[in-house]
């Protein structure tokens, strides 16, 4: 019996998806393709290199990066036992399978590496609008700048994203220091907590993670954490003057930002600059891509001491936020009157299409007045027509859709004729 279903619950029909997950039908995947090809020009122009890593992985890469106590791993994780008995994971983020393949294939000899990638990550959480089981991503990592250079330019990179997409977010950053400054933070943190009022979970977290505790959205917390120590005033020098650095160039490219000092990102790697790209258009969904630096991932994980910093979007969230996209126009829908006319045009068809235009047709025949109606329900900017007198001449007619004129046109010319319309 299902976890989910109870005795009295109806048989799940096996033609149905998991709950949680969905297909992306062929009206909507032209969004898809439009935000995958904008983010693949633009990382091109950035000189990132395209990596695609696979969905599973052994579980102990996730527990080693993620960290072992977050959420994600302890909760969320799609973790099953294969037919060895081994553990693995599907991915539920894209940051570790880079970073392990970025060791495992001596990537690591170069001095700078910047790869992204796009695709499908998993986690069981509770679903709602922008947020499902399978969904997916579209990352950046870099490895081996340790200035606040990169992390400048990685941020102009998704600001070019935004505007081109033309969607209305805002770029949070904050600073959460380094394994120098952060401990004192934390136990400075910790004194201030103690007087909170703050829900159970955080109550737990107050020991477990307590920078956690300052992006717990329940109002109480909220409340209990207004004054509590900022992270940005007890930074060491390097920190404080690589936060500094980050803003100068941000202000010098002239993107603008706020400073969220409570903004601390989930997972354990971070280090440094953290920043969120949010919306107040998605509701309680806000955040729509995120990232910060790494820069002790790499060895974490067993590779040499190179320091990290990456992000990754939510396709689903920016679809949700973009206008939909339509597929393009045919270019022109054959009619052809009969058996012998369809079968002669066989050849031009398939010429057409070698050519580079975009050629639909009615399969089946039927008559003048049907396949024209199919012609216009196609949305084909010209329609060809040829039945038996102009298959006699090879003069074939020729109807421009938008205009509604229509005229003989050489067989020969066709091609020609639509390409320059
Ligand atoms: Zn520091
Ligand atoms: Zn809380």
């Known amino acids: ?15 149905q ?52 106590a977050t959420d994600i791993v302890e909760k969320e994780m799609y973790t099953f036992a294969d037919r060895n ?21 001596g990537l690591q000899q170069e001095s700078l ?14 679903p709602q609008a922008g947020r499902l089981r399978q969904f997916h991503q579209i990352g950046a990592e870099v490895l081996g700048a340790e200035g606040p250079d990169i992390d400048a330019e990685l941020l102009c990179l998704l600001s ?16 959460i220091g380094c394994p120098d400054c952060r401990p004192d933070y934390v136990k400075i943190l910790q004194a201030a907590l103690n007087d909170a009022k703050l829900c159970d979970n955080c109550q737990r977290r107050q020991t477990t993670n307590p920078l956690r505790v300052l992006d717990c959205k329940e109002p109480g917390c909220r409340e209990g954490t207004t004054d509590a120590p900022s992270i940005i005033d007890h930074l060491c020098g390097v920190c404080d003057s690589h936060f500094t650095g980050v803003q100068a160039r941000l202000q010098q490219m002239a993107i603008p930002y706020v400073i969220n000092a409570r903004m601390v990102r989930g997972l354990d ?25 790494y820069d002790s991932l790499n060895e974490q994980l067993g590779g040499k001491p190179r320091p990290g910093i990456g992000f990754a979007l939510g396709m689903e969230r920016l679809l949700l936020l973009s206008e939909p996209k339509a597929e393009p126009r045919a270019d022109l829908f054959v009619v052809a009157l009969g058996a012998d006319e369809e079968a002669a045009l066989l050849p031009l068809i398939r010429q057409m299409r070698t050519a580079g235009l975009t050629v639909d047709r009615a399969f089946g025949g039927g008559s003048l007045k049907s396949q024209m109606k199919r012609a216009g329900k196609s949305g084909a900017r010209f329609t060809l027509i040829v039945g038996e007198s102009e298959l006699a001449s090879g003069e074939y007619s020729l109807k421009n859709m938008d205009e509604g004129t229509q005229e003989s046109v050489a067989a020969d010319q066709i091609i020609e004729m639509i390409k320059s319309a």
């Open 269 to 293: 790697y971070y280090s440094r600059t953290a920043f969120e790209w949010t919306t107040t258009e998605l509701g309680a969904q806000n955040t729509v891509a995120a990232g910060g630096r």
């Open 1 to 15: 019996m299902s976890q989910e279903g109870s005795s009295s619950a109806p048989l799940q029909f096996p033609t």
């Open 17 to 68: 998806t998991v709950r949680g997950v969905k297909d992306v039908l062929p009206g909507e995947t032209p969004g898809w393709r439009h935000l995958e090809q904008t983010c693949r020009e633009l990382f091109q122009r950035y000189r990132f290199q395209e990596i695609r890593t696979p969905i599973f992985e052994f579980t102990g890469l996730f527990a080693r990066s993620i960290g072992a």
């Open 160 to 175: 070019d994203l935004f505007e081109q997409l033309k969607l209305p977010v805002t770029l949070e950053i904050n600073s």
């Open 113 to 126: 590496t910047r790869l992204y990638y796009m695709g499908p990550m998993f986690r069981h959480e509770r």
């Open 85 to 105: 008995g081994q553990s693995l994971s599907l991915r539920p983020e894209g940051t570790a399978s880079v970073i392990r393949a970025y060791i495992q294939n």
